[in-house]
């Protein structure tokens, strides 16, 4: 007898959940363990975000090959975007003390100051907080493990997707 692979919803769901779970876990440690988010974190958490919308999308639809493929695409991208977010973050964490960037504005004040283009150029150029190292789970900081999420999930969902047959 042998082992039937799991639909193409079911591992849309999960990837789903997944991003939730990430999400539920994100807002936890910012509520109760009081670890406020840096302007990088946000633009992870959005990341996270989209790549869950994209997996959800791809669940309800339940598309037929060339849909699950383009699904499979999104999926890589969103992905990607958001490891390139992560990696960006994991890069000024491991810079030395001399060389961070100096701590900037919040981003609810670069939003409202600045046009989108430049607060997004700002804010992905990092700043001393991006920098701070508050939390750290066997060894890995949160963009750390973020990162490694965007990867997993990402290579997950295109495999998947793109081998999927047929509804």
């Known amino acids: 007898m042998t082992a039937r692979p799991a639909s193409k919803r079911w591992l849309n769901a999960a990837g789903t959940l997944a ?39 791809a669940a309800v639809h339940d598309p037929g090959r060339v849909g699950a493929r383009i699904y499979a695409l999104l999926i890589a991208a969103t992905a990607l975007i958001g490891t390139a977010v992560a990696a960006r973050h994991v890069w000024i964490q491991h810079l030395p003390a ?16 600045f046009p989108l283009s430049r607060t997004l150029r700002m804010v992905l150029t990092g700043s001393g907080e991006c920098a701070r190292v508050s939390w750290r789970f066997l060894g890995l900081s949160m963009p750390e493990w973020v990162l490694l999420w965007f990867v997993a999930l990402g290579s997950a969902g295109f495999v998947h997707n793109w081998r999927a047959r047929g509804g």
């Open 19 to 57: 991003c939730a779970a990430l999400l539920g876990y994100a807002y936890y440690a910012q509520f109760r363990l009081h670890l406020d988010p840096c302007p990088l974190c946000i633009f992870e958490r959005l990341g996270v975000t989209a790549l869950g919308l994209v997996f959800l999308a």
């Open 98 to 113: 001399d060389r961070v960037p100096s701590c900037g504005p919040g981003l609810a004040y670069l939003l409202e100051t």
